[in-house]
T-cell receptor, first 117, second 110 residues
Framework: EPEVTQTPSHQVTQMGQEVILRCVPI?????FYWYRQILGQKVEFLVS????????KSEIFDDQFSVERPDGSNFTLKIRSTKLEDSAMYFC???????????????FGPGTRLTVL | RKEVEQDPGPFNVPEGATVAFNCTYS??????FFWYRQDCRKEPKLLMS???SGNEDGRFTAQLNRASQYISLLIRDSKLSDSATYLC???????????FGTGTRLLVSP
């Protein structure tokens, strides 16, 4: 069964460093999302991406964040200068528009745990 | 007011029990609702959609009351494997970002 994959599973970085979190969405999906979940808190929307551009972003998604779909298969989230408060689980999700995917269902990857020291 | 509110629990129930979770929402932009399940340190997974007419899937029943902005999930004959956090989720119009509640933790014991 097709699934969303994410790498790495765990990333440890120093404050101020840049990190790139990678996702491979389900191949026929057209809508892509990043969410984050700080330990013990709710899942929060960061950004949605469609047709090679950002379609919506939250207040969390400031100038330190960027997303890219560099090669038609990968979908990346970059944090330019990490802060301690960026430590969280980052989930990628994708959604299709027809066929296998039921209406609105977003399929989540297993997440990348980011630890900023 | 939070967009989606849930009682965080935990709900501790014995195997075989029936348990109900509730959720309220305040954002009228949410057009659809779902229950997701999240196991510890794992990704959310879709459990079921929620309709005004009700939705039943085996031991699980979900209901949406738009007038009261209230969503429910009923689990009958609880299994140990039902232990997880249940997330009430709204889907906003447009590009359909998901709006999550904080989740309700369920612990089913032998």
């Amino acid at each position: 069964e097709p699934e969303v994959t994410q790498t790495p599973s765990h990333q440890v970085t120093q404050m101020g460093q840049e990190v790139i979190l990678r996702c491979v969405p389900i191949s026929n999906h057209l809508y892509f999302y990043w969410y984050r979940q700080i330990l013990g808190q709710k899942v929060e929307f960061l950004v949605s991406f469609y047709n090679n551009e950002i379609s919506e972003k939250s207040e969390i998604f400031d100038d330190q964040f960027s997303v890219e779909r560099p090669d038609g298969s990968n979908f990346t989230l970059k944090i330019r200068s990490t802060k301690l408060e960026d430590s969280a689980m980052y989930f990628c999700a994708s959604r299709g528009t027809s066929g296998r995917s039921s209406y609105n269902e977003q399929f989540f990857g297993p997440g990348t745990r980011l630890t900023v020291l | 007011r939070k967009e989606v509110e849930q009682d965080p629990g935990p709900f501790n129930v014995p195997e075989g029990a029936t348990v109900a979770f509730n959720c309220t929402y305040s954002n009228s932009a949410s057009q659809s609702f779902f229950w997701y399940r999240q196991d510890c340190r794992k990704e959310p997974k879709l459990l079921m959609s929620v309709y005004s007419s009700g939705n039943e899937d085996g031991r699980f029943t979900a209901q949406l009351n738009r007038a009261s902005q209230y969503i429910s999930l009923l689990i009958r004959d609880s299994k140990l494997s039902d232990s997880a956090t249940y997330l009430c989720v709204g889907v906003n119009t447009g590009f359909q970002k998901l709006v999550f509640g904080t989740g309700t933790r369920l612990l089913v014991s032998p």
